[in-house]
Nanobody, 123 residues
């Protein structure tokens, strides 16, 4: 079993930055791809960024490319999402999730989830 706990959410003004953290525990963490998803009110959950098990492969949704950066520290069992130049449309609950599948860039491959952290961006 794999457990994920997010932290770092909060409220910022447009143009500001936040850094989300996801601590992964349980089985061999370095074997898992990790994705960051978000779900805004009355919208579908979407994959915004993902990173493969060794950190050398990343994926970004077009809406966040150039503003969000995903990274991981396997020694600390932690995956990060650095969010810069935030916009009001980035407001959502952000979740990290893990997959053992090689298809870590595919949102349907994730089966372990954190509880989510709220990000609110005001204009």
């Amino acid at each position: 079993q794999v457990q994920l706990v997010e932290s770092g959410g909060g409220s910022v003004e447009a143009g500001g930055s936040l850094r989300l953290s996801c601590v992964v525990s349980g089985r061999t963490v370095s074997r898992y791809g990790v994705g960051w998803f978000r779900q805004a009110s009355e919208k579908e959950r979407e994959l915004v960024a993902a990173i493969n098990d060794n950190g050398q492969g990343t994926y970004y949704a077009p809406s966040v490319k150039g503003r969000l950066t995903v990274s991981r520290d396997n020694a600390e069992n932690t995956v990060f999402l650095q969010m810069n130049s935030l916009k009001p449309e980035d407001t959502a609950v952000y979740y990290c999730a893990a997959t053992i599948s090689h298809g870590w860039y595919n949102p349907r491959e994730y089966n372990y989830w954190g509880q989510g952290t709220q990000v609110t961006v005001s204009s």
